[in-house]
């Protein structure tokens, strides 16, 4: 290649790209880690919940709240048996991802699923307070469900990772996102929720302060 065209080309790449001053700083430290990917969930968290909280569905709290209600002597006694050593939890989905509610539902099991995985719960079975997904089907969950296990308020046990608190798992609003995300990304988010639920909790004992938190 003659001289003059190396020259030409060598002076279109330093037009183009422009120096590094910190190059020699990066070398030095090594690669950075890449940015924060944006996780698939969210959610919101209280390490030291009343037993009602913010997994407490609204015909829960409807039915403690109403003495003429036939479920509401019930109601009170799973309320006077929560118990804040264990973590209540719900998943919850938007209404923005399908207006079908066996859809949402597919959705929630998904993050369900993976939830229970991670907590070491071996029968695939939620550690709620409440149900996850429509609020009309969870009225009906809960209609069917009060006078069992939750009047004895066992409707959350000890986890393997020794979480507390109460915890909403929300899906994403996206319908694309929360319907097409892979089996990977549900439970890499899953896991991401408990650990920086555990994180968020460790901090709440050593600061003392119990507010809920929400995570993004």
């Known amino acids: ?53 913010i ?41 923005d991802v399908s207006r079908r509610a066996f859809v949402r539902n597919w959705a929630v099991k998904r993050v369900k699923a993976a939830i229970a995985q991670r907590l070491g719960a071996s029968d695939g079975k939620q550690e709620e307070s409440g149900g996850g997904g429509d609020e009309r089907e969870n009225r009906n969950e809960e209609k069917s469900t009060i006078g069992t296990s939750r009047a004895d308020g066992d409707h959350a046990r000890p986890n393997a990772l020794g979480l507390s608190g109460a915890l909403v798992v929300l899906l994403p609003k996206d319908g694309k996102l929360a319907l097409t995300a892979t089996k990977e990304q549900v439970e890499a988010s899953a896991r991401w929720v408990l650990e920086e639920v555990a994180r968020l909790q460790a901090e709440a004992r050593r600061r003392g302060s119990y507010k809920p938190r929400l995570g993004r």
């Open 55 to 95: 997994t407490t569905l609204t015909s829960t709290k409807d039915f403690a709240n109403d003495p003429s209600h036939p479920f509401h002597i019930r109601t009170h006694r799973s309320l006077q048996a929560f118990d804040r050593k264990k973590l209540h939890w719900r998943v919850q989905c938007p209404m």
């Open 1 to 53: 290649m003659p001289k003059h065209t190396v020259a030409v080309a060598r002076q279109a790449i330093r037009h183009h790209v422009k120096p590094n001053s910190t190059g020699a700083a990066a070398a030095a430290t090594g690669p950075h880690k890449p940015p924060r990917q944006q996780q698939y969930l969210r959610f919101i968290y209280d390490a030291n919940p009343r037993p009602t909280n």
